[in-house]
């Protein structure tokens, strides 16, 4: 039963006592006005009376007690269930709901558009946070910005809008002083929370946008503010970014790409080159697959222009899956040798990597030691444990894993000793300096070194002259790839790139 049918059952009884004990005391009167009892004195009848009305308003004080208690009683439990639906419980930020109306009054109407700006907050890395320091310090964090992000925007409202997403409502239009609250924001989190006797420094992520200069109307400032926001963290994160147009259009061409993409999967418009990887003799050993989009207007399209877009939607594991199911289509023609494909580190945050090439392994008939699976040195030094367990998944199946372009980040040789790697491929800028740079001979050298010991195998990339071949082999390198053995090809264009080859040796790239 409601507090509100509570409180009418409960004054109802109440109400008719009421009634019952006013009707006696007018009885009573009555008697002892016109005397007309002669069992009961007027003076007895008076006292009834006195004693019935007094009765009566006891009652009556009792039931406006009781009402208004009961009243105040449903007002603080409603006030409870508003707190408990505007507010996040671990954070004490606005809801998602609430937050969105709450923008929504602060745009105003049509006729009335009142400046506002939008943050939009992403706690960057929150699940290695979680990974690395457990739960509560990631609840603890999120609460530490809400509280900061109250402290320094005066005046304005936060909601919790995601996991570790965030939005401010500021109801101004000042870039200057936004700007100068921001860099606070920043800075206060860059400084840290304390964590069993350390201070663990956070970043943030935060894209701006302004009403009604970027948008009027809640749908497009949220839409505004996230592209603003991405740029943030596509920029290398910890950053502000205001929106602009350019943004805008940059989406656009986003979704025209994704939308042609993902048609060219259904109709037939990707193709898969090859470029051979060659061994110290000359003889191809295996093969890197490279997609290609043959476009039927613009031609043909390098990875470069679509991969970085396809990457940003599940459309980059519809791509990866083609590849590999083009591969397996593919290996029979390349007797003795293994097929390298690419994979995108945004496809080895989810299971489905795993789970698709164990999948398609099994409809095609085909052996995961057939096949190399290569990352670049970027994902391998970002990889959570999550990542490293599907890689080593993968080499569970029977893949072998080859670590790309090493040498351009901050892979050390110590990675080397915990990656689940086979194979390394030394970027092209230290096989192109090996004539004129000593640390690149070094460098080189001592990587062939440290291979050898561990039993993985030296790839040098971009070799384009005989001289960079012959010192690619003296370093230590036993396999090569560059345009000098040839250049991707479609698989029926092969033979023309292949002259080098001779009989397969046994695999061991």
């Known amino acids: 039963m409601s507090i509100l049918a509570t409180i009418k059952d409960h004054s109802g009884r109440i109400y008719r006592g009421i009634q019952s004990l006013l009707v006696i005391s007018t009885g009573a009167a009555v008697l002892g006005a016109f005397d007309v009892s002669h069992n009961l004195s007027a003076g007895g009848a008076f ?13 009556l004080m009792y039931m406006r007690s009781s009402v208004v208690h009961r009243l105040q009683s449903a007002a603080a439990a409603e006030a409870e269930k508003h707190h408990f639906l505007t507010r996040d419980a671990m954070t004490g930020a606005m809801t998602r709901r609430y937050f969105l109306e709450a923008l929504r009054e602060g745009l105003g109407t049509r006729r009335d558009r009142r400046e506002a700006a939008l943050l939009l907050i992403d706690l960057d890395h929150f699940k290695q946070l979680n990974d690395t320091f457990g739960h509560q310090f990631g609840d603890l964090t999120l609460a530490h910005l809400v509280k900061t992000a109250d402290r320094i925007f005066a005046g304005a409202m936060v909601g919790r809008l995601g996991g570790d997403e965030f939005g401010v409502i500021i109801p101004h239009g000042d870039l200057a002083a936004i700007n100068k609250d921001v860099r606070r924001l920043l800075d206060a989190m860059r400084a840290g929370k304390s964590h069993e006797g350390k201070t663990i420094p956070l970043s ?8 009604p200069a970027h948008a009027s109307n809640t749908t497009e400032l949220m839409l505004v503010a996230d592209l603003a926001l991405y740029e943030s963290k596509a920029a290398g994160r910890g950053r502000v970014t205001v929106f602009d147009e350019e943004m805008l259009s940059d989406k656009r061409y986003r979704r025209l790409v994704e939308r042609e993409l993902r048609a060219a999967v259904y109709l037939g418009e990707l193709e898969l080159h090859y470029q051979p990887i060659v061994g110290p003799d000359g003889s191809t050993e295996a093969f890197e697959g490279l997609i ?8 043909l399209i390098a990875p470069a222009e679509f991969i970085a877009i396809a990457e940003r939607s599940t459309l980059i594991d519809m791509l990866g899956e083609w590849v590999f199911k083009r591969a397996c289509a593919d290996i029979g023609q390349f007797a003795g040798r293994r097929i390298s494909i690419n994979v995108s580190g945004e496809q080895l945050k989810r299971d489905e990597i795993v789970t698709m090439c164990d999948r398609v392994l099994k409809d095609t008939g085909r ?14 030094t970002a990889a959570t444990p999550e990542i490293l367990r599907r890689l080593e998944a993968l080499r569970g199946l029977g893949f072998h894993i080859a670590l790309d372009d090493f ?9 080397l000793k915990t990656l689940p790697v086979d194979i390394i491929k030394i970027d092209r800028s230290y096989i192109r300096a090996l004539a004129h740079d000593q640390v690149a001979q070094i460098f080189v050298s001592a990587l062939a070194q440290i291979a050898r010991i561990q039993e993985v195998t030296i790839v040098a990339e971009g070799v384009e002259t005989a001289e960079e071949f012959a010192l690619a082999k003296a370093a230590g390198c036993n396999r090569f790839q560059g345009y000098f053995f040839g250049r991707p090809a479609p698989r029926g264009k092969l033979a023309l790139v292949d002259g080098r080859s001779v009989e397969p040796l046994a695999l061991s790239a």
């Open 204 to 211: 943030i992520s935060i894209g701006v946008a302004l009403a």
């Open 367 to 380: 052996s995961a030691s057939q096949f190399i699976i290569e990352i670049t040195e970027t994902v391998a």
């Open 407 to 415: 040498g351009t980040g901050h892979c050390g040789f110590n990675y």
């Open 47 to 59: 006292a009834i009376s006195i004693l019935a009305t007094s009765l009566a308003l006891l009652a």
């Open 292 to 299: 290609r989009w043959r476009h039927p207007v613009r031609g």
